[in-house]
């Protein structure tokens, strides 16, 4: 049987850290590396006799999601515990939602492939709800001990899960960068795959094509990247479907992946599976989300990618490639739209050019991010408004562009008017170049006149080189064609 | 003043004699002291008494009072049950588990009265993680009773209830989850009330049931319970299910003079549970619940009979629930953090097993397993939903009841002190002795237990009044009446060291 013959179906989980100042149940902070359980308080180290109160900012955020995925706000949600004994979790339970979550189904339109292979897909979400994420024990440095370091425990999370949507770990990865895009977009999380703050687990299983039940599925913990999860699920369907070609069964577990060697292996099977013995926290009463609460959440949201690319469409004549390509980030999405107020809606498509185009390229090449990019949108802006205007020509905006990159100067105007660049429109003085040129090259004349056209671009080179590049390549071309009296 | 000893004076009595320089707070503390270091041998009511942090805080009081910046409590010595963290003192919840606790921090409650200036001779004497009736299950050995040494003094708060019994401090604080404060409370022939769920901030007291547990007030009469009260209350960001509630002044509600002094409590209907006067309780129990309850009606009071159908399914709700939250709330004393770690294990699993194996006394892991059980997959909704269920129906009860009366009054328990060991043969038979109060912490609601009479043995017998949410000063009130015409709250052990 040949891998065609095979559907995949893949399911993720992904924990969002969420961008608080302080700690879901704590009030203490949830800044990033500080020196071990610095950050650990009372309530964080389950002292006896401590309670959680629930920080409404990690709520908040919850809602932004929800209202960001068109899914149903619960009025009430419930926080339950999750029973289970590990050094890293302080109160031997986690506070998480389990019967009823703070967010419930919605979906997110993801872009899978590229040129005629792309295509889009809708998504669709589970739920998401909030819990509290455990500490970290440390293996290294304490001679066959283990460390505990509780700063991190009671960090917010919001575990956002998928319904087994996706068909390709392609489609995973593009769900995966969408709801990565999302967070961000919506500022309730910072997307730091590295330090933790978007981790990803994927529910794999495969089946015939054509089957209508699913397969057994294994889930693959902690992929903190999108290679990663990439290889992680292609290595697990290879890994499933030649299991059960050659005759062996899937078998649910939890699978860890190993970057080291692209492949993943078993942590626990679903007999070693924990009965977390999920009950209602008593400490904390249920979650009651107002519809006034949401209705000032909605408020504060930013204007949603999908909505802000349809406007670029509509009301600035993007290309439908343009206007996504620029809402895929909220930076880039930003860094556009003040592009476009200094150099103003009739060239938002020469803006979109040099934002996806040079800066893009420059960006790239310096391995800079698009909001620390040395020009700022109102440079980029009053640069586009003189290439518009024809001061000057996109050859010499490039060497602007290079010059305010490197600090040479605070505007577009400044360094076109101290670099002498300002595009020379000037009849006489194109006519006295074209006359000096026209001298010292009486052999491209003669071709020119023995009808090879090269020669006349030839020509219109030689004057753009006398200019210094800042005569009007056009406006040469036709004087210089006068001239000939071609 | 009278040649009553200090020992055995009211609080308001005390109050009057520091206000007027008669004594020092320091002096105070040390009659105290003095009493419970003749006496504790014989009764082992605390498990800490600290001498210096008691003389300190008695010397700050004094300074305070010097100052003319008293309020009703400064000064006053006090008992906190070892339930409740204070912060550089041992803490030890009764248990071996926390025998090298010294908390960090205090408990809202040991702030709030820490604020209000009262001198804290020690730490009382408990059920392990208040998981008991009878005090006996304490690492720290039993509490005796002192109207009989030998006998319990109840549980789980019987180290507080022993030490006001025995005037080894006027006033202290307890818990309650299922009973912990009333039923000591008639054991030893003192008042002590249970506030509504959430009146008490609970930060800082170690959990037991937290839909349950509730703090409250210990004291020799209705008046300083509600002295003791008034300071322990008011919301507390940091406990989200206290109660956003402006503190209500118990003590000035009892002194406004009532308006017909020889029927004080004319007016008042007190609902007597059919369920709670059926079989079950001893006859000397019956008669001087009887005579209570006469007692009231002669006061002004009238009585009717109403209905709590579902009391009788109390027991098996409460201790579901409580067990299934115990089991959870208990899994934090694993060693790893604080508290005792066994001395030699294998690998981590090993270090759990044995630190909470040599930790945990027997009763403590017989909840642990009976509540893990009642959570677990497949048993959940059998046990745990179907207890949420009764629950319900319980406070719906209540609720109907109060549409008929003011207050609810009965035996407090069934039995009265027994004999230490007793008992510990057949924990069950021991749970079902909680059968009146269980309903109350159910429903959230207070709940009262003041003395009143003996049995042939000359045990005490208390009487229990249940009201509705937030009635504390009416139920404070009526056991103020009650004790303005009786005497029974005046009777004291003899005790010799």
Not at chain 1, 113 to 139: F, I, N, P, Q
Not at chain 2, 367 to 375: D, E, K
């Amino acid at each position: 049987m040949s891998r065609s013959d095979w559907e995949v179906v893949i399911g993720l989980e992904i924990h969002a850290q969420l961008n608080t100042a302080a700690k879901i149940f704590s009030g203490a902070s949830t800044a990033f590396g500080a020196a071990p359980n610095v950050q650990a308080s009372a309530v964080d180290c389950a002292l006896p006799g401590v309670l959680p109160v629930l920080n409404r900012g990690a709520v908040e955020r919850a809602i932004k999601l929800g209202l960001a995925l068109g899914a149903h706000i619960a009025p009430k949600s419930v926080f339950a515990r999750k029973n289970y004994f590990y050094p890293d979790l302080p109160k031997g339970y986690q506070i998480s939602q389990f019967e009823l979550p703070v967010v419930q189904g919605g979906a997110i339109t993801i872009h899978v492939g590229e040129g005629d292979a792309a295509y889009e897909k809708s998504v669709r979400l589970t739920r998401a709800h909030l819990e509290e994420d455990a500490g970290k024990s440390l293996h290294e440095d304490f001679h066959g001990m283990s460390g505990i370091d509780l700063n991190r425990a009671g960090t917010p999370l919001l575990e956002i899960v998928s319904e087994p949507d996706m068909r390709s770990a392609a489609e995973a990865v593009a769900y995966a960068r969408a709801l990565h895009a999302l967070v961000r977009w919506i500022d309730i999380c910072d997307g730091n795959m590295q330090e933790g703050s978007f981790r990803c687990d994927a529910n794999v299983s495969v089946r015939k094509k054509g089957a209508t039940e699913f397969g057994t599925r294994r889930e693959i913990k902690n992929l903190n990247s999108f290679r990663f999860l990439q290889q992680a699920i292609e290595y697990e369907v290879g890994w499933q479907i030649e299991t059960i070609e050659d005759g062996g069964k899937v078998v649910q577990a939890t699978v860890l992946f190993d970057p080291e060697t692209g492949e993943t292996r078993m942590m626990r099977s679903k007999e070693d599976a924990h009965d977390y013995r999920y009950f209602p926290d008593p400490d904390l009463l249920p979650l009651v989300i107002e519809p006034e609460w949401i209705e000032r959440v909605k408020a504060t949201m930013p204007e949603l990618p999908t909505a802000m690319q349809a406007r670029f469409e509509r009301d600035l004549g993007l290309p439908a490639y343009d206007a996504a390509t620029l809402t895929a980030a909220r930076e880039t999405a930003d860094y556009f739209a003040a592009t476009v107020a200094t150099a103003g809606d009739n060239n938002a498509k020469l803006c979109a050019n040099w934002v996806m185009g040079e800066l893009a390229a420059r960006l790239h090449k310096a391995g800079l991010e698009i909001d620390a990019a040395p020009v700022s949108p109102a440079q980029l802006g009053s640069l586009v408004t003189r290439i518009a205007d024809g001061t000057v020509s996109n050859a010499i905006a490039r060497k602007v562009f290079e010059a305010l990159w490197n600090g040479e100067g605070t505007s577009a105007d400044e360094i076109i008017e101290k670099q002498g660049l300002k595009q020379v429109t000037d009849s006489g003085a194109i006519e006295a170049m074209i006359d000096a040129v026209l001298a010292a090259n009486q052999k491209s004349v003669d071709e020119f006149r023995a009808g090879k056209e090269k020669a006349f671009n030839a020509l219109v080179g030689q004057v753009m080189k006398a200019s210094r590049g800042k005569a009007n390549p056009a406006q040469v071309s036709e004087m210089l064609r006068r001239k000939l009296g071609a | 003043m009278s040649d009553t000893p200090l020992f055995d004076a009211s609080v308001s009595f005390l109050r009057r004699a520091l206000d007027a320089r008669k004594i020092s707070s320091v002096e105070l503390a040390s009659v105290f002291l003095d009493r419970i270091a003749t006496l504790e041998p014989k009764l082992n009511a605390f498990v800490t008494v600290d001498r210096e942090r008691a003389l300190a805080d008695a010397k700050a009081a004094d300074a305070r009072i010097a100052k003319g910046e008293a309020g009703p409590l400064t000064g006053i010595p006090l008992a906190h049950k070892d339930v409740f963290c204070t912060e550089g003192v041992l803490t030890s919840c009764g248990s071996k588990m926390l025998a090298n606790f010294v908390s960090p921090y205090d408990a809202h409650v040991v702030t709030l009265l820490k604020d209000a200036g009262v001198v804290c001779l020690g730490k009382t004497n408990m059920d392990e993680f208040a998981m008991g009736s009878s005090t006996e299950t304490s690492h720290f050995g039993s509490t005796h009773n002192p109207w009989k040494p030998g006998h319990v003094p109840g549980g789980s708060s019987g180290g507080s209830a022993a030490a006001v019994a025995a005037r080894l401090a006027p006033i202290a604080t307890g818990t309650d989850t299922g009973g912990s404060i009333r039923q000591p409370a008639s054991f030893c022939n003192v008042t002590g009330i249970k506030p509504t769920y959430g009146l008490v901030s609970r930060y800082g007291l170690i959990a037991y049931a937290s839909s349950l547990d509730q703090g409250g007030a210990f004291g020799g009469s209705a008046e300083d319970c509600a002295l003791l009260l008034g300071a322990m209350t008011g919301f507390d960001k940091r406990d989200s299910t206290s109660l956003d509630r402006a503190p209500e002044n118990y003590a000035a509600a009892l002194a406004a003079p009532p308006a017909d002094a020889a029927k004080p409590l004319a007016g008042l209907t007190v609902g007597l549970p059919r369920e709670f006067f059926a079989a079950g309780m001893s006859d000397d129990i019956r008669v001087a619940v009887d005579a209570a309850l006469a007692q009231y009606r002669a006061l002004g009071a009238t009585t009717r009979e109403v209905d709590l159908p579902n009391a009788k399914l109390a027991i098996p709700a409460y201790y579901v629930i409580a067990m299934a939250e115990a089991s959870s709330n208990l899994s934090r004393f694993d060693g790893v953090r604080y508290g005792h770690r066994a001395a030699h294990y294998d690998d981590l699993f090993d270090m759990y097993c044995k630190s909470r194996g040599e930790g945990f006394g027997d009763e403590v892991k017989r909840r642990i397993l009976v509540g893990t059980y009642v959570l677990s997959h497949g048993y959940y909704d059998a046990y745990y939903l179907q207890a949420q269920k009764l629950r319900r129906l319980i406070a719906e009860d209540f609720r109907r009841a109060f549409a008929e009366c003011d207050l609810i009054a009965g035996p407090t328990s069934p039995v009265t002190a027994w004999a230490l060991g007793a008992m510990s043969g057949d924990p069950v038979q021991m749970y079902l002795a909680d059968i009146y109060t269980t309903p109350v912490n159910l429903a959230g609601l207070p709940g009262l237990s003041h003395p009143c009479g003996f049995d042939r043995a000359g045990l005490p017998v208390g009487l229990q009044l249940i009201g509705n949410y937030f009635s504390e000063a009416k139920l404070l009130e009526a056991a103020h009446r009650f004790q303005q015409a009786t005497d029974w709250h005046l009777r004291r052990p003899a005790l010799a060291a």
